[in-house]
């Protein structure tokens, strides 16, 4: 079993949709919680970050962790054609040696 | 100029040729990490440096070997290239603690044939 499993899509969705992306993770000792979006051809870049449980927004963005559930979300709001790209969750210890683990990440196609 | 570059951006190589992939970054990151990609699979560790003295193995080292020849510039070489060892290969660098996360470059799609 993986450390951290995420659905891999891809998922389709209308213009202006609200999309739910989501990761469980089996290591209760994960602290720091991220989320990523790729775009084909292109090296992940840093969208979300979260500490412990709670949730984060940034403007259509928003990142929930529920550490009791092992499970964390990214919400987008009024997905764009724009938002098109692949999401991986990534995680870390504290400590840990800044060492990430990553989801398998979500392809997400948002249709006019 | 991008944060983290890669070089090249593609390679196709024959089995059993030796291959360097170069990494530098002007992020002034001590933390330098080399990831490849697999469909299905994700982002997998090989190789990780905190510092030009430090070099540490990942998850999937074997293969593969690395040298840190200055804070800047971290090569990721393939001693003798396999088909399997066809994939996606992402540089990425980080800040101590590094809490927020990892900088990428664009990748090197490397196939072997």
């Known amino acids: 079993q993986k450390e951290v499993e995420q659905d891999p899509g891809p998922l389709s969705v209308p213009e202006g949709a609200i999309v739910s992306l989501n990761c469980t993770y089996s290591?209760?000792?994960?602290?720091?919680f991220m989320w990523y979006r790729q775009y084909s051809r292109k090296g992940p870049e840093l969208l979300m970050y979260t500490y412990s449980s709670g949730n984060k927004e940034d403007g259509r963005f928003t990142a929930q962790v529920d550490k009791s559930s092992k499970y964390i979300s990214l919400f987008i709001r009024d997905s764009q054609p724009s938002d098109s790209a692949t999401y991986l969750c990534a995680m870390k210890l504290t400590g840990g040696g800044n060492k990430l683990t990553f989801g398998t990440g979500t392809q997400l196609k948002v249709e006019l | 100029d991008a944060d983290v570059t890669q070089t090249p951006r593609n390679r196709i190589t024959k089995t059993g040729k030796r291959i360097m992939l170069e990494c530098s970054q002007t992020?002034?990151?001590?933390?330098m990490y080399w990831y490849r990609q697999d469909p299905g699979l994700g982002l997998r560790l090989i190789y990780y440096?905190?510092?030009?003295?430090?070099?540490n193995k990942g998850e999937i080292s074997d293969g593969y070997s690395v040298s840190r020849q200055a804070q800047a510039k971290f090569s990721l070489s393939l001693e003798s290239a396999i088909p399997n060892q066809t994939a996606l290969y992402f540089c990425?660098?980080?800040?101590?603690?590094?809490?927020?996360?990892?900088?990428f470059g664009s990748g090197t799609r490397l196939t072997v044939v």
């Open positions: 992020k002034g990151h001590d933390r």
């Open positions: 440096s905190f510092d030009v003295k430090d070099i």
């Open positions: 990425a660098t980080s800040d101590f603690p590094g809490s927020y996360g990892y900088t």
């Open positions: 290591n209760s000792a994960f602290q720091y």
